[in-house]
């Protein structure tokens, strides 16, 4: 059977993702501050378990990267969807480009925006396999430009914190508590059944950029979603909010120190 017909599987469309700022807006918001400011949430499109969708770390960075501009002058920029996901190319669905891939997409956009007045970029990063991002923030840096990334392990260690998060960083590596919950806040309706029996714990993953995530979890799975909640979520996005200040206003100097 082919066409319609044979399409059983439902898909879910997100709203609210795509920035819907006029050139107008953008032109209006630059001029109160010292340097315009973009922010780029970059996600992944990767399995994260039976219960969350391909699109978790692209839904998470987007909602970081909304805070952000519901609280500093920023020009929010749509998110790059597809990153470095190898490691999770076991399960079906996961789709990856290469490191040399995202690089070259993540300077292009920052020479691009550089062009049209834009001097500030932060980076805001949604997939802990994204090693590469720090070598673009790295490289830039070093040429003068003004670039960083978003959130650090800090600011991520201080938000689980203020949200009462029980797992740690080094348990709650995939489809956990953190990304549980702020989907749960951000988007209940794309969180499936299940997270609730879902927890699985593998902290020793030393081989894992050698022998993948499959080595690790049948799941896909390595954390405790079942500690996910909405309210946790909330806070989550609220304390990486506060955590941007320093950020911002490194990239945004007074203009007697430029």
Request: hydrophobic share 45%; net charge negative; charged share 20%.
């Amino acid at each position: 059977m082919s066409g319609s017909g044979a399409r059983t599987a439902a898909y879910g469309v997100v709203s609210g993702v795509l920035p819907t700022d006029t050139t107008e807006d953008v032109r209006t918001r630059g001029a109160g501050v010292s340097a315009q400011v973009a922010v780029l949430p970059v996600g992944s499109f990767e399995q994260h378990g039976p219960f969350l969708p391909l699109a978790t770390d692209t839904l998470v960075a987007c909602a970081v990267a909304r805070e952000i501009a519901a609280a500093y002058p920023v020009h929010l920029l749509p998110p790059v969807t597809v990153s470095c996901s190898h490691e999770h190319a076991a399960w079906p669905g996961t789709v990856s480009i290469s490191a040399v891939t995202l690089h070259a997409v993540v300077s292009d956009i920052a020479a691009s925006l550089r062009r049209s007045g834009v001097g500030a970029l932060v980076v805001v990063n949604g997939h802990g396999g994204n090693y590469v991002l720090g070598n673009v923030v790295q490289e830039a840096s070093a040429r003068g430009e003004r670039i960083a990334l978003f959130p650090a392990a800090e600011d991520w260690e201080a938000a689980r914190e203020r949200a009462g998060v029980v797992t740690s960083l080094l348990t709650d590596m995939h489809a956990g508590e953190i990304e549980t919950s702020i989907l749960l806040h951000a988007h209940p309706e794309f969180v499936r059944p299940g997270h609730e029996s879902a927890d699985f714990v593998a902290d020793d993953r030393r081989h894992l950029l050698t022998v993948g995530m499959s080595a690790y979890t049948e799941s896909g799975v390595i954390g405790r979603p079942s500690l996910g909640s909405a309210e946790k979520g909330k806070e989550l996005l609220a304390s990486l909010a506060e955590s941007f200040g320093p950020y911002f206003r490194l990239l945004t100097p007074a203009p007697d120190r430029d």
